[in-house]
């Protein structure tokens, strides 16, 4: 129903609007009283089989929603009744900021893909955290950490320390995020140097916790090999748990849409099946040259079991779904799991 009724209609209204009101939708659905239990039987999965033990966490299955979904948590208890794993909000800076001009979302219907320009448009810390405070649902959470966009690269890193220090007692595990090519010069604290100064600094704050959590990294898939291997060599200095493999491209070559169309969009950071084989092929390359030596989260280009399997063969232990779930629904998420579970018996 969803990809033959409601996709149809909802593509016809511009993407950014369609996202707030589909939040709307999705919180409004929720106060009724048999609307939670309808979704949890419809897509929660119980096979024991789907559980993973990632990084120190047990991960009731291999599916999570990736960050710039629910940016501000405002949906945490009702997207955790569409079978989600796990759900990563943010990216969250400590001030609010509204992010760069609109239009910042696009559709690419050809390519099954989304262009977004968004620039961490968020509530900021302080929201973030009242709701999290408010959660009723036991779904694990990542948080995922920037800095603001009036922060130069020369105090990012108390940017994110800010965010780490005021989040830890209310996530499971922290993202972040150097490589969303929509921050001017964000992408420049992913050079060997800045980054391992970075990541040392909050290690070294995470390992004062009586409860330490997973640190991991997101990188950009637009990653030289040479830079690839920098990643590794800096994840074995500063010992985080692991990375996320990939944020949004900047290339445009795959693309099946005029090429008129893509060039009136613009600048942005391109997802969805466009994205998918450079994807897997960071999550190999990484799996590969570091020997398995610390767990992968795949996203990128996820819009079927098949995708998500090819992700898990490459060396991912997790995979993450956002343009998928947009394309194909919230039956994307139990198609996954029951394909993982059928694979297991």
Known sequence: MYKSIIRPLLFKINAETVHYLAFKAIRMLHYLPFVPALLKKKYLSHEPSLERKVFGLTFPNPVGLAAGFDKNAQLIDQLSNFGFGFIEIGTVTPKPQEGNPKPRLFRLKKDQALINRMGFN???????????????????????????????????????????????????????????????????????????????????L???????????????????????????????????AGIIATNTTLDRS???????????????????????????EVIRYLHQK????????????????????????????????YTGFVYEGPGLIKKINQKLAEMSK
């Open 254 to 280: 795959q693309l099946q849409t005029d090429r008129s169309q893509v060039d009136s969009i613009g600048a942005g950071g391109l997802s969805g099946q466009p994205l998918k084989n450079r994807a897997t």
């Open 206 to 240: 995470n390992q004062k916790k009586s409860q330490p959590k997973p640190i991991l990294l997101k990188i950009a898939p637009d990653l030289t090999d040479t830079q690839l291997d920098e990643i590794i060599e800096v994840v074995n200095i500063s010992k985080i």
């Open 122 to 204: 968020n509530e900021g810390l302080d929201a973030l955290i009242k709701r999290l405070k408010k959660r009723k649902s036991q779904t694990l959470i990542g948080g995922n950490i920037g800095k603001n966009k009036i922060t130069p690269n020369t105090e990012a890193a108390q940017d994110y320390i800010i965010s780490f220090e005021a989040l830890h007692p209310w996530v499971d595990y922290f993202v972040v995020n150097v490589s969303s090519p929509n921050t001017p010069n964000l992408r420049d604290l992913q050079d060997k140097e800045p980054l391992t100064q970075l990541l040392n600094a909050l290690q070294a």
């Open 290 to 321: 570091s020997n398995a030596a610390f767990p992968i989260i795949g996203v990128g280009g996820i819009h079927s079991p098949e995708d998500a399997l090819e992700k898990l063969e490459a060396g991912a232990s997790l995979v993450q779904v």
